[in-house]
């Protein structure tokens, strides 16, 4: 379970800083703060991938926040964390034993006894 969102770019294991946005009616790359909720058409970038990234040739740069500090995991993301973590270490409760079926022939574990007279 990740308890914060990370960067897009590929191997990259940073936590998000900024989101990156094509406005592709205008040939525009917005960069801005970390959105509140990751959104199915921007890309959530580490401080050093939003300060490198190349736009398309011919795009517009817009920068809505010159400095972008890593979040680093919130007070809520400890606490989602610790409760996991509390819940995996309770002790399962056992699963009411189910009675084998009743077969009209003796069994051996897996294997089933079988007469010579069939």
Known sequence: MKS???C???????????????VYAD???VVGQLAAQAEPHSYDLCSFHAERF??????????????FVDAG????DIDAL???VREAGRARAAAPAVP????SEPRRGHLR????DA
């Open 4 to 6: 914060t969102r990370q």
């Open 73 to 76: 995991p919130s007070p809520d």
């Open 100 to 103: 084998a079926p009743l077969a």
């Open 8 to 22: 897009s770019r590929t191997s990259c294991d940073r936590p998000a800083a900024a989101t990156l946005t094509y």
């Open 54 to 67: 190349s736009a398309p040739r011919g795009w517009d740069v817009v920068h809505i926040h010159q400095e």
């Open 82 to 84: 610790a409760r996991a």
């Open 27 to 29: 040939s525009t790359v």
């Open 113 to 116: 006894v079988v007469s010579g």
